[in-house]
């Protein structure tokens, strides 16, 4: 049923996505798909990387990490942007078609009041494509 | 940017080496992570990662130093005011020399093999195109200052140089005109007073500018350092910017940008009210200031929510086009032939003035230097701090020469064209229409009363006050992404509280000093930096030029 599963990875929060990770191995196991994990980074020197160019051979390892625990065909992408905390909504949503992903499976968290103003970025990109989007809440 | 890691026959993984997609720059080896001073917390359900010591010593020293201002307004003022004008007494020479200083490097640079460099490392590709790019300088820039200076600068200095020289009797000149005057030559005070006050608009803000842009651009983008103004200390001191000597820079330019923002926020709101009041009869009372401010903000808060590609950049973009629709109403009903002609005798004026104007030493106009020029001087470099980082940020994928020709040359180009349309149109009107009006107007009302005398008043007046509220929104949201970046230890990734935070920071701070009283003190405060900053800024100039010598050059 899905083919390509895209997957959002923030590397500075990682053990936030631990949940979400289990599930992404288990649907790639059972339809067969292939995996891309998307990052988001910043282009100015942030907390995990200080290029863009450091970031994508982070989340290249990650990804290839992750391969070795699920076996299925992994591929990493990441994005620049000038203010990804603004952008990173309207980024995800393009990436999905960029790449052709059917399935999004992403790590929310619990809903909360703020939500109202800021919503969660699982949400809007719910409302904003037509792949299925899978949103893993922390146990 | 894309790696695909999975080889097309197979489906294990490549172990290939990762090509440089942003090309050859030279990161500084430092073991210091970004952000690894910072605390990370939920409180209430609300996402905080701040850089803990700056945070705090920048809030208690503002808090301090407002609540010390509120209190003690009438004991405050004097201090702060007696501090800023011995600096412009008696180190005017030092802004002046060091606004030289920038200038040159800037203008050097431009010629140089350095010029190749590219921000980002050398394949890195622009994050914004040229439009969006240059409207978000400009308006972070000076956009706000052309409002109220354009009309009343030139007036100003052409009255006190047709006012010729008038000596006190010790011998020191009491007249404010530039340079020598032009006692009743109406063809040299013209061209004295646009010279005087391209000379303000021109290559030494935006000198200071590119300064404080190009050194943090380079060692953020390039070197891989936080974007925050310790960074380019990196080459005089080393691993120590991440300690006392590091937090002390970042606190002094957050205190900086946040009152230079506020108080700019407080004033203006009184003259956009003032405008409101003369042109609508809305009266300016404290309900409408406060209202205004309350909508500023609101508006900014939107923009910074939306971030700067579609926030920042899209309101910048609309001010552009505001501001240049005004200035061709401006030049085709007013004397077209006197403007057209205007800039090019105006940009051989401010040329042939150049030398003297900026000359820090031995000069006569004690007055007009100090007073005026060593006054923009340390504004500018106050101010430098926030409009440097806010540039550097969008600047990525621009080589060194694009940056300071775009950062030096066409701002100043820019405010040649804007000074010369509305100071000769005013002038015009007081010289040849004999229209006093202008000349007799509060500063803050002088544009709207020439306006007044233009045809289409209602229209150009309500585009002139809607510029004004815009350029402050742009101002306030470009600010408060400075100031959340600094305070966070230099990522800009931080959680968006934060940048809410500072946003609703600076309207409240804004309310209760206008209420309170006590803006022009605090506004005079924040000036007062423009001394630590001069260095800060000098400091710059070597860190550019070091930085830069060890870039690998674009193609």
Same mark, same amino acid.
């Given at each position: 049923?899905?083919?390509h599963?895209?997957v959002?990875?923030?590397?500075?929060?990682?053990?936030?996505?631990e949940?979400?990770l289990?599930?992404?191995?288990?649907?790639a196991?059972?339809?067969?798909?292939?995996?891309?994990?998307?990052?988001?980074?910043?282009?100015?020197?942030?907390?995990?990387?200080?290029?863009?160019?450091?970031?994508?051979?982070?989340?290249?390892?990650?990804?290839?990490?992750?391969?070795?625990?699920?076996?299925?065909p992994?591929?990493?992408?990441?994005?620049?942007?000038?203010?990804?905390?603004?952008?990173?909504?309207?980024?995800?949503?393009?990436?999905?078609?960029?790449?052709?992903?059917?399935?999004?499976?992403?790590?929310?968290?619990?809903?909360?009041?703020?939500?109202?103003?800021?919503?969660?970025?699982?949400?809007?990109?719910?409302?904003?494509?037509?792949?299925?989007?899978?949103?893993?809440?922390?146990? | 940017m894309?790696?695909?890691?999975?080889?097309?026959?197979?489906?294990?993984?490549?172990?290939?080496?990762?090509?440089?997609?942003?090309?050859?720059?030279n990161?500084?080896?430092t073991?210091?992570?970004?952000?690894?001073?910072?605390?990370?917390?939920?409180?209430?359900?609300?996402?905080?990662?701040?850089?803990?010591?700056?945070?705090?010593?920048?809030?208690?020293?503002?808090?301090?130093?407002?609540?010390l201002?509120?209190?003690?307004?009438?004991?405050?003022?004097?201090?702060?005011?007696?501090?800023?004008?011995?600096?412009?007494?008696?180190?005017?020479?030092?802004? /002046?020399?060091?606004? %030289?200083?920038?200038v040159? @490097?800037?203008?050097?640079? =431009? *010629?140089? !093999?350095?010029?190749?460099? $590219? +921000?980002?490392?050398?394949?890195?590709?622009?994050?914004f195109?040229?439009?969006?790019?240059?409207?978000?300088?400009?308006?972070?820039?000076?956009?706000?200052?052309?409002?109220f200076?354009?009309?009343s600068?030139?007036?100003?200095?052409?009255?006190t140089?047709?006012?010729?020289?008038?000596?006190g009797?010790?011998?020191?000149?009491?007249?404010?005109?530039?340079?020598?005057?032009?006692?009743?030559?109406?063809?040299?005070?013209?061209?004295?007073?646009?010279?005087?006050?391209?000379?303000h608009?021109?290559?030494?803000?935006?000198?200071?500018?590119?300064?404080?842009?190009?050194s943090?651009? /380079?060692?953020?983008? %390039?070197k891989?350092?936080? @974007?925050?103004?310790?960074? =380019? *200390?990196? !080459?005089?001191?080393?691993? $120590? +910017?991440?300690?006392?000597?590091?937090?002390?820079?970042?606190?002094?330019?957050?205190?900086?940008?946040?009152?230079?923002?506020?108080?700019?926020?407080?004033?203006?709101?009184?003259?956009?009210?003032?405008?409101?009041?003369?042109?609508?009869?809305?009266?300016?009372?404290?309900t409408?200031?406060?209202?205004?401010?309350?909508?500023?903000?609101?508006?900014?808060?939107?923009?910074i929510?939306?971030?700067?590609?579609?926030?920042?950049?899209?309101?910048?973009?609309?001010?552009?086009?505001?501001?240049?629709?005004?200035?061709?109403?401006?030049?085709?009903?007013?004397?077209?032939?006197?403007?057209?002609?205007?800039?090019v005798?105006?940009?051989?004026?401010?040329?042939?003035?150049?030398?003297?104007?900026?000359?820090?030493?031995?000069?006569?106009?004690?007055?007009?230097?100090?007073?005026?020029?060593?006054?923009?001087?340390?504004?500018?470099?106050?101010?430098?701090?926030?409009v440097g980082?806010?540039?550097?940020?969008?600047?990525?994928?621009?080589?060194?020469?694009?940056?300071?020709i775009?950062?030096?040359?066409?701002p100043?180009?820019?405010?040649?064209?804007?000074?010369?349309?509305?100071?000769?149109t005013?002038?015009?009107?007081?010289?040849?229409?004999?229209?006093?009006?202008?000349?007799?107007?509060?500063?803050?009302?002088?544009?709207?009363t020439?306006?007044e005398?233009?045809?289409?008043?209602?229209?150009?007046?309500?585009?002139?006050?809607?510029?004004?509220?815009v350029?402050?929104?742009?101002?306030?949201?470009?600010?408060?992404?400075?100031?959340?970046?600094?305070?966070?230890?230099?990522?800009?990734d931080?959680?968006?509280?934060?940048?809410?935070?500072?946003?609703?920071?600076?309207?409240?701070?804004?309310?209760?000093?206008?209420?309170?009283?006590?803006?022009?003190?605090?506004?005079?405060?924040?000036?007062?930096?423009g001394?630590?900053?001069?260095?800060v800024?000098?400091?710059?100039?070597?860190?550019?030029?070091?930085g830069?010598?060890?870039?690998?050059?674009?193609?």
């Amino acid at each position: 049923m899905f083919k390509h599963i895209m997957v959002p990875i923030d590397l500075a929060h990682i053990d936030v996505l631990e949940p979400a990770l289990d599930v992404v191995a288990d649907m790639a196991k059972h339809y067969d798909a292939k995996i891309t994990y998307v990052g988001v980074t910043s282009n100015t020197p942030n907390s995990v990387a200080r290029t863009p160019n450091e970031y994508e051979q982070k989340l290249d390892a990650f990804a290839q990490k992750r391969h070795g625990v699920h076996g299925q065909p992994v591929t990493a992408k990441v994005y620049g942007s000038t203010d990804p905390v603004a952008n990173l909504d309207d980024i995800l949503v393009n990436a999905i078609d960029e790449i052709g992903a059917d399935l999004i499976i992403m790590a929310t968290h619990l809903p909360k009041k703020l939500d109202a103003v800021m919503p969660a970025h699982g949400g809007k990109i719910a409302t904003h494509t037509d792949a299925s989007v899978f949103l893993v809440r922390p146990h | 940017m894309e790696k695909n890691t999975q080889r097309p026959d197979d489906d294990k993984p490549s172990s290939e080496g990762i090509p440089a997609p942003e090309g050859a720059s030279n990161l500084i080896d430092t073991d210091y992570v970004i952000g690894q001073d910072n605390i990370t917390a939920s409180p209430m359900g609300i996402d905080v990662d701040l850089h803990g010591k700056v945070f705090l010593f920048s809030s208690i020293v503002i808090l301090l130093f407002v609540i010390l201002t509120l209190a003690l307004q009438d004991q405050m003022e004097p201090i702060f005011n007696s501090m800023f004008s011995f600096l412009t007494t008696n180190l005017g020479w030092f802004f /002046i020399l060091g606004a %030289n200083v920038f200038v040159v @490097l800037a203008i050097v640079l =431009i *010629f140089t !093999p350095m010029g190749k460099v $590219r +921000i980002g490392g050398a394949d890195a590709k622009p994050d914004f195109g040229y439009a969006g790019w240059f409207s978000m300088l400009f308006a972070a820039g000076m956009g706000i200052g052309l409002m109220f200076y354009g009309v009343s600068e030139p007036l100003g200095h052409y009255g006190t140089a047709m006012g010729g020289i008038s000596m006190g009797e010790n011998g020191i000149r009491t007249d404010w005109a530039p340079l020598g005057a032009a006692a009743g030559d109406q063809a040299g005070a013209i061209d004295l007073s646009m010279a005087a006050t391209i000379f303000h608009w021109g290559f030494h803000p935006w000198g200071a500018y590119a300064i404080v842009g190009l050194s943090l651009a /380079i060692f953020a983008f %390039n070197k891989g350092l936080p @974007l925050t103004m310790r960074s =380019i *200390f990196y !080459p005089i001191l080393g691993e $120590r +910017i991440w300690g006392w000597p590091g937090h002390c820079i970042d606190i002094l330019a957050v205190f900086a940008t946040l009152f230079g923002l506020t108080t700019s926020l407080g004033i203006g709101a009184t003259q956009a009210a003032g405008g409101l009041d003369y042109l609508f009869g809305i009266p300016s009372g404290d309900t409408t200031l406060v209202l205004l401010i309350l909508g500023i903000t609101l508006v900014a808060l939107g923009s910074i929510l939306l971030g700067v590609d579609k926030g920042v950049q899209r309101l910048s973009q609309l001010n552009m086009v505001l501001a240049a629709l005004l200035l061709l109403f401006v030049i085709i009903v007013g004397p077209t032939l006197m403007i057209a002609t205007g800039v090019v005798d105006n940009l051989i004026g401010y040329v042939t003035h150049l030398s003297a104007l900026s000359m820090p030493f031995g000069r006569e106009d004690a007055n007009f230097s100090q007073g005026w020029t060593a006054f923009y001087w340390a504004w500018w470099i106050a101010w430098s701090p926030f409009v440097g980082m806010f540039i550097a940020r969008v600047s990525r994928g621009r080589t060194v020469r694009e940056f300071l020709i775009s950062v030096l040359l066409v701002p100043t180009l820019a405010s040649v064209v804007w000074m010369t349309a509305f100071g000769t149109t005013a002038i015009d009107q007081v010289v040849n229409s004999g229209i006093t009006e202008v000349q007799d107007a509060a500063l803050e009302l002088q544009l709207f009363t020439m306006l007044e005398h233009l045809p289409l008043t209602a229209i150009t007046s309500f585009v002139g006050i809607t510029l004004v509220i815009v350029f402050f929104i742009t101002s306030s949201d470009s600010g408060s992404l400075v100031i959340d970046s600094i305070t966070a230890g230099g990522k800009v990734d931080a959680p968006k509280p934060q940048r809410i935070f500072w946003a609703l920071i600076e309207g409240a701070l804004a309310i209760a000093l206008l209420l309170g009283g006590g803006l022009a003190a605090l506004q005079t405060a924040a000036l007062t930096t423009g001394l630590p900053f001069t260095l800060v800024l000098l400091v710059g100039c070597y860190a550019i030029v070091k930085g830069l010598m060890s870039e690998p050059r674009a193609k």
